[in-house]
């Protein structure tokens, strides 16, 4: 039953990317498929990223209503990478090469977020909603941050840096497309072998212990992996708020597996599907302004409402 | 042999264990009781490495329990804690495989499938091997649990409170089961237990705490009577013994 | 205690507004009020109006968010940040939309009718959830907030409003003069209004059946309640922008330090609220000078620390 879900998925996969390729298209082929061969490939790569984000952090949380974005992660990318400016200098700024600027953004990062999740984790038992909530502020604060020293940084020159607060699917930076290509495989390499460990770290806090899985130490190694899912696709296109949420609900719903190993490949994929079929549609089809990210926003947090619901009157 | 040696904690400024010495036999089934707040489950916790030990030494079989790697203590000693929640829809015969972690790794080979087997023989789960967690009854729940520690194949085993939700019927199936499967493969059980009746019933070896420190430890014939309720729990109940065990009348 | 409380959040008000005066991008100094007409011009245009809005957006946002904190019976919510704002918002958007040649006025109403719905909704939604979980209020409220924003942003894109809808999600007062700000007197007005019925307003904190019992015309007070707090967050929406925290953290300060009588804590609150929103225009114009940062970043970071220390800070005698 699983093998054939899968194939569906992917089917699926392949139909919208195939239509993302060619509907619509004008002038010449040679152009457009490399133009759209390269959205295609950022947006198969963030919605893969951040599905696997989203699952990860939900195991090491034992809770489902959880995304990395929620607790604010990707406001922290936008403001170490303000502060950065800061301290560099615009001008200083712009000559370094962007990948290196994205490399020690993707550093800080890490450190930053690990010791906040250390922090905030070491709390989990007592009382889920306020870490929540703690995050969510925690990312409005980030956000305001952000936005203040940018004002402070120089006030008629913020252009420098374009923190939407919506995501841009439509447009990839180019320069970093490879970068983030390598590093997320890396990553989804390092997840892949350590998936049954992942298995017994959903356990809960003791167990694992017992079965000799170290949950503080594979706590840790997956709060990196997270850090470098969701600061590429951050680097790539901006916040990307409930889009995991939406995804990884959905993946449990079709694939209702405790193992890692169908569950991470089944929320990539649904995660491509989502990403390049919302914007197929949103764009090509329905022929919308609006960015994709702003309808998946309406979505995710609908879903989160509608979670948060459920588990209350529980 | 589990070896304490003047073992102290505190948490949160408050002195929970203090300077601990005890020494937990091997083979069979220990005991450990104590009024709230005596300290049992932190020490069990700190046996476990849950806690990181302060001050003090723990030794399994003569070695130092900090020098022991977590691979390997996973295949020397398994806990179970006292709140089991399962928000995965794994079936029984999924949840017993993960006790072959530590050997495994997650791919399950034959050795392995045959300690399951033999694991869902030894705890009566066949019939409900298929199923769901959440489908079973608390008892079945917490018998399924254990056998997933016992295919852990440990020399020891810690259980917190396991009594705690079931009911009799559970409750003396899962004690005599334990009772008998340590006594045929040579295992050491160490259970934090409420009710005193259970373990002057079931237990080989007694071990009372009382504000953080050990204030009894022996068989029960030796160890629970009169005297011992009021130190222990400061509670007046007479005490009698039927078929050579002492059994409190509550 | 508290007459302590009013005395110096009065004589607060009193300083920081003088500042107020004399502070700003274009020199103006106590002499050359005295010589220059242009001066004066200029105190009377955008100085005094500016204070005055600033002062009267944080009376009123602190007022309309102790009272929305009464109808949600949950102390850390308040009308922007839990869904109003952004209903507000909305009903701007939309009477742009479908009123493009209407002045403020029409504006200003159709604000306040999307923000009672969206007050509405949010208290529909409240009503599911466990009164075992205090915090999850708020999160919802938040998260309610984020998809009303997402919508309004929708829309926006849709009718390419996109631009417009900056000038509302970030409130600032550098647009602030005289002819443009009158509306927020009417904010005073309603936070006035609530001072007035602070009684009564105080019983319906203690619930329905309390209510009933003492025989308040329970439903009565909660209408009026809901119309203060969608007023208020309309008109200040309307004039100034979305500026959050402010209903969340001053009620919760004041109430934490003097209890709840709300007929001795009210006025403290209002004046408490004018002392932070005028201290902090006066601190983005100066931050930066010459340069202005929109206040509502300022509030943004300065809001959310008081939120995080209000949630984790447990309160004396607790």
């Known amino acids: ?314 | 042999m589990i070896r304490i040696d003047n073992v102290s904690h505190q948490i949160a400024g408050q002195e929970i264990l203090r300077q601990v010495d005890l020494d937990i036999p091997q083979g069979g089934l220990t005991a450990l009781v104590g009024p709230n707040g005596a300290g049992k489950s932190t020490l069990l916790s700190l046996v476990a490495r849950l806690l990181s030990l302060q001050l003090g030494r723990i030794e399994i079989n003569g070695q130092d329990l900090q020098q022991i790697s977590h691979g390997d203590q996973a295949q020397l000693l398994a806990i179970l804690p006292q709140v089991l929640t399962s928000t995965h829809r794994i079936s029984v015969e999924d949840l017993v495989g993960f006790g072959r972690y530590p050997y495994s790794r997650g791919r399950l080979g034959p050795q392995d499938r045959k300690v399951i087997a033999q694991v869902l023989e030894s705890f009566e789960l066949q019939e409900v091997k298929h199923r769901f967690l959440d489908t079973l009854s608390g008892g079945q729940r917490q018998r399924a649990y254990t056998a997933m520690a016992w295919a852990q194949d440990t020399e020891y085993l810690l259980l917190d409170e396991p009594l705690n939700n079931l009911d009799i019927a559970a409750s003396r199936s899962l004690m005599s089961r334990l009772k008998s499967l340590a006594a045929q493969q040579s295992r050491t059980i160490v259970i934090v237990l409420h009710d005193i009746n259970y373990a002057a019933g079931y237990a080989d070896h007694i071990v009372a705490m009382k504000a953080g420190r050990v204030v009894a430890s022996g068989p029960p014939q030796e160890v629970v009577n009169e005297s011992f309720l009021k130190a222990v729990f400061d509670t007046d109940a007479k005490v009698i013994t039927a078929e050579d065990r002492p059994l409190v009348i509550v | 205690m508290p007459r302590l409380w009013l005395l110096i959040c009065l004589c607060l008000i009193l300083l920081l507004s003088v500042l107020s005066i004399f502070v700003g991008v274009i020199d103006l100094s106590p002499a050359a009020l005295l010589r220059d007409p242009e001066a004066l011009q200029l105190l009377a245009v955008s100085r005094l109006p500016r204070t005055a809005a600033a002062v009267l957006t944080g009376c009123s946002m602190a007022v309309s968010g102790q009272i929305m904190q009464i109808l949600v019976r949950n102390k850390f919510v308040e009308p922007i940040s839990a869904g109003t704002g952004q209903a507000a918002a909305l009903g701007i958007l939309l009477s742009v939309l479908l009123f493009p040649a209407a002045g403020l006025a029409v504006k200003m109403s159709l604000a306040a009718v999307t923000a009672l719905l969206g007050t509405l909704g949010f208290l529909a939604l409240v009503q599911r959830l466990p009164p075992t979980e205090p915090l999850l209020v708020p999160l919802v409220g938040l998260v309610y907030g984020g998809i009303l924003g997402a919508v309004m942003v929708f829309i926006a894109y849709q009718a390419d409003l996109i631009q417009y809808i900056d000038v509302w999600m970030l409130g600032e007062f550098s647009g602030v003069m005289r002819g443009r700000y009158e509306l927020l007197w009417l904010a005073g007005v309603a936070a006035f209004v609530s001072y007035l019925i602070a009684d009564q307003f105080a019983i319906l904190g203690l619930g329905r059946d309390m209510s009933l019992s003492l025989g308040l015309n329970h439903r009565q007070v909660m209408a009026l309640g809901l119309l203060c707090v969608s007023v208020v967050s309309a008109l200040t929406v309307v004039t100034v922008g979305m500026l959050p925290f402010i209903g969340l953290v001053i009620p919760n300060l004041v109430s934490r330090r003097l209890g709840d009588n709300l007929r001795v804590t009210l006025p403290i609150t209002a004046l408490l609220g004018g002392v932070f929103v005028l201290g902090c225009d006066i601190l983005a114009r100066v931050v930066r000078y010459p340069y202005e940062v929109p206040v509502g970043t300022i509030f943004g970071v300065l809001g959310t620390l008081a939120f995080l220390w209000l949630i984790y800070a447990r309160p004396r005698n607790a």
């Open chain 1, 1 to 314: 039953m699983l093998r054939l879900r899968f194939l569906w998925l992917i089917l699926a996969l392949v139909v919208v990317s195939v239509l993302f390729l060619t509907l619509g298209a004008k002038g010449s082929w040679g152009f457009t498929l490399w133009f759209r061969g390269q959205k295609l490939a950022s947006l198969l790569l963030i919605g893969g990223a951040v599905s696997t984000a989203t699952i990860l952090f939900q195991t090491i949380t034992h809770n489902r209503i959880l995304t990395p974005s929620i607790m604010g992660f990707d406001a922290l990318f936008l403001l170490i990478l303000t502060l950065m400016i800061f301290g560099m200098g615009a001008g200083g700024y712009a000559q370094v090469p962007k990948v290196t600027l994205f490399l020690i953004n993707l550093v800080l990062l890490t450190l930053a977020s690990v010791a906040l999740f250390t922090l905030l984790l070491k709390d989990q038992s007592s009382d889920l909603m306020r870490m929540v909530l703690t995050g969510i502020i925690l990312g409005v604060l980030f956000r305001s941050l952000g936005l203040l020293i940018q004002r402070l940084i120089d006030p008629s020159e913020f252009a420098v840096l374009q923190s939407a607060s919506f995501a841009r699917f439509n447009k990839v930076d180019a320069d970093l497309l490879l970068a983030s290509a390598i590093l997320v495989g890396l990553t989804w390499g390092a997840v892949w072998r350590m998936r049954h460990r992942l298995d017994v770290l959903a356990l809960g806090e003791v167990l694992p212990v017992s079965l000799g899985a170290d949950p503080r130490r594979g706590q840790l190694l997956v709060l990196m992996l997270i850090s470098v899912l969701v600061s590429v696709s951050t680097a790539l296109v901006g916040p990307v708020a409930f889009l995991g949420l939406l995804v990884s609900s959905l993946t449990y719903r079709l694939i209702p597996s405790w193992h890692h190993g169908h569950i991470l490949p089944a929320a990539i994929l649904i995660g491509g599907i989502t990403l390049v079929g919302g914007q197929l549609l949103l764009e090509r089809i329905l022929h919308f302004e609006t960015p994709l990210a702003v309808v998946v926003e309406c979505l995710g947090g609908l879903v989160f409402l509608i979670l948060i619901l459920r588990k209350g009157s529980t």
